[in-house]
């Protein structure tokens, strides 16, 4: 078995069930550190014993490596796939129809992994596209892409299209949602991406009236397609908690239903966003969502069965789910805006 492909593999797997973030980077490190090496560098470690003395990998990596190497399926990866299960009760009707992500992170901003493997993993999970939509410049936390960056990051998934098809790479942004309702980011710039999800990240205590006017400047803009994890809430996970946003959640998914946004159905388990009483009424509302996943790592790609777990609970019309649409549709859709 290929001793990269194997870590990886764990890495996808410890991502998926939400492991601790420095196991995960053990094993990624150590994909890292032997797909560097030439076949005759991995033959020599394997014949002298001397992986644990490799920098970058430690004994457990080691023994997945030498179990690979010996053609065998580590002991490790078959516990981790024979321990995985469905991540979610329902949803398998919605989960289905999806063709799609439009929210994932890089580690051009806070993501764990390149671009190019985020892309692969997708497709590899059975999506026909999938969108890059790193963090904007101002939230530097997050190394948010300036737009000098967001012009190179462009030719990258742009080279990816080329190699990877008929699946799409599609070029996005999460731009921040400045306090006057402004994006955090160059309108022409804006007007060059494929989709664009618009997101509160700061001052998320303002009051009511405050963070309704945000949002809906934001959602009127012509360039916003997404209205991202809309309450900012964190109800569980090593972040720790956060309660919900404040706004007239009325008007604003008017804004969303009046300007042909849709309300994105974060499927992240710390997120849950929107909540359930705001989701059900979004949906009364005749909004569109989007089902997505915030993935920061490529196991983190399947959470969306928690978002279409959700969907079918309330029963949400699939067509209504802008990331059930075939491409062309939805870039279409995009597009006239």
């Known amino acids: 078995m290929n001793p990269v492909e194997a870590l990886r593999e764990i890495g996808f797997l410890l991502e998926r069930s939400r492991s601790d973030t420095h196991r995960v980077k053990a094993y990624r490190k150590a994909a890292d ?30 023994a997945v490596i030498t179990q690979a190497m010996a053609g065998d399926v580590p002991e490790y990866l078959q516990k981790l796939r024979d321990e995985a299960s469905p991540l979610a009760v329902g ?10 992500d439009l929210h994932t992170h890089s580690t051009w901003s806070d993501g764990g992994s390149p671009v190019e493997e985020m892309m ?13 939509t790193d963090h904007s410049p101002r939230l530097t936390v997050a190394r948010g892409l300036t737009a000098d960056r967001l012009r190179e990051q462009m030719e990258l998934t742009g ?3 080329s190699a990877m098809a008929p699946f799409r790479v599609l070029q996005g942004i999460e731009v921040d949602i400045l306090e006057d ?43 916003v397609n ?10 569980e996970g090593e ?8 706004f007239d959640a009325e008007v604003v998914f008017e804004a969303c239903r009046s300007f042909d946004v849709a309300v994105e159905i974060n499927s992240r388990p710390e997120r849950r966003d929107p909540p359930t009483r705001l989701l059900q009424l979004a949906i009364e509302m005749g909004c569109l969502f ?17 978002g279409c777990e959700r969907a079918e609970q309330l029963g949400l019309d699939p067509d209504r789910i802008i990331t059930t649409w075939p491409v062309d549709r939805l870039l279409a859709w995009c597009a006239k805006r």
């Open 226 to 235: 997404i209205l991202g994890h809309c309450t900012g809430r964190l109800i």
């Open 181 to 223: 309702g402004g994006l955090d980011q160059e309108d022409a710039l804006l007007g060059e991406l494929d989709v664009v999800v618009a997101s509160v990240h700061s001052k998320l205590r303002s009051d009511s009236e405050t963070m309704t006017h945000r949002m809906v400047g934001a959602i009127a803009n012509p360039r």
């Open 290 to 306: 989007s089902i997505d996943t915030d993935a920061h790592a490529p196991g983190q790609l399947e959470f969306v069965a928690y």
């Open 120 to 132: 692969l993993t997708a497709q590899r999970l059975g999506h026909a596209y999938c969108a890059i």
């Open 91 to 100: 949803g398998g009707s919605i989960r289905e129809l999806i063709k799609g």
């Open 33 to 62: 550190t032997v797909a560097a090496m030439s076949p005759e560098q991995r033959e020599e470690h394997q014949r002298e014993h001397s992986w644990p003395k490799v920098t970058g990998i430690g004994p457990k990596t080691a």
């Open 239 to 246: 972040r720790g908690l956060r309660p919900e946003s404040t």
């Open 159 to 161: 080279d990816l299209n």
